[in-house]
T-cell receptor, first 115, second 114 residues
Framework: AQSVTQPDARVTVSEGASLQLRCKYS??????LFWYVQYQRQGLQLLLK??????VVQGVNGFEAEFSKSDSSFHLRKASVHWSDSAVYFC?????????????FGTGTTVSVSP | DPKIIQKPKYLVAVTGSEKILICEQY?????MYWYRQSAKKPLEFMFS???????DNQTASSRFQPQSSKKNHLDLQITALKPDDSATYFC?????????????FGPGTRLTVL
């Protein structure tokens, strides 16, 4: 079955430090890939998406992600975090073979940025 | 101005009752979706609609029934409520149902079933 795995439930980083959040998907083809962020008690906001082409995609607020077909991964990065980046980050995929409509989410990574 | 409105924000219900969760989007989108986020499971896809027609249904129970009275409305009726239905329900929309379209999410309705 298709799935999305985020192995890190919680990450703590210092303000100004770099951040990498890991995401791996399980799917025989190439899925559509997304990263969303959920601030406390709010809905999800799209950070970036990948469909094809350049494996490094840029998103909002300085986030970028890199797709690796060989590794079935789509890791999220930010060079320098701010306290306002504290939130829960979700990796999601939709499967081309199923019409690409249903997003399959990972369990999320809670990021805490310390001063 | 909020582009996707979900009402109510919080909802408390008793076991066995019925509730309707409201979703309206003002993005001009043609596709709408419902997702559920509970303490026990990650965000789960429930339904997708395109031009008011059901495209996908991944809920195992017929107690969950989407209702679309207008193109920009997709309500969710839940009958015979159970404590396990306690979750935050998110509505989302996209331009259309072409694969990989960006989905935009509403703020959610947090449902508690006692």
């Amino acid at each position: 079955a298709q799935s999305v795995t985020q192995p890190d439930a919680r990450v703590t980083v210092s303000e100004g430090a770099s951040l990498q959040l890991r995401c791996k998907y399980s799917y025989s083809g190439t899925p559509y890939l997304f990263w969303y962020v959920q601030y406390q008690r709010q809905g999800l906001q799209l950070l970036l998406k990948y469909y094809s082409g350049d494996p490094v995609v840029q998103g909002v607020n300085g986030f970028e992600a890199e797709f690796s077909k060989s590794d079935s991964s789509f890791h999220l990065r930010k060079a320098s975090v701010h306290w306002s980046d504290s939130a829960v980050y979700f990796c999601a995929a939709s499967m081309v073979s199923q019409g690409g409509r249903a997003l399959i989410f990972g369990t999320g990574t809670t990021v805490s940025v310390s001063p | 101005d909020p582009k996707i409105i979900q009402k109510p924000k919080y909802l408390v219900a008793v076991t066995g009752s019925e509730k309707i969760l409201i979703c309206e989007q003002y993005l001009g989108h043609n596709a709408m979706y419902w997702y559920r986020q509970s303490a026990k499971k990650p965000l789960e896809f429930m339904f997708s609609y395109s031009y008011q027609k059901l495209m996908d249904n991944q809920t195992a129970s017929s107690r969950f029934q989407p209702q679309s009275s207008k193109k920009n409305h997709l309500d969710l009726q839940i009958t015979a409520l159970k404590p396990d239905d306690s979750a935050t329900y998110f509505c989302a929309s996209s331009q259309d149902v072409l694969g990989g379209r960006e989905q935009y999410f509403g703020p959610g309705t947090r449902l508690t079933v006692l």
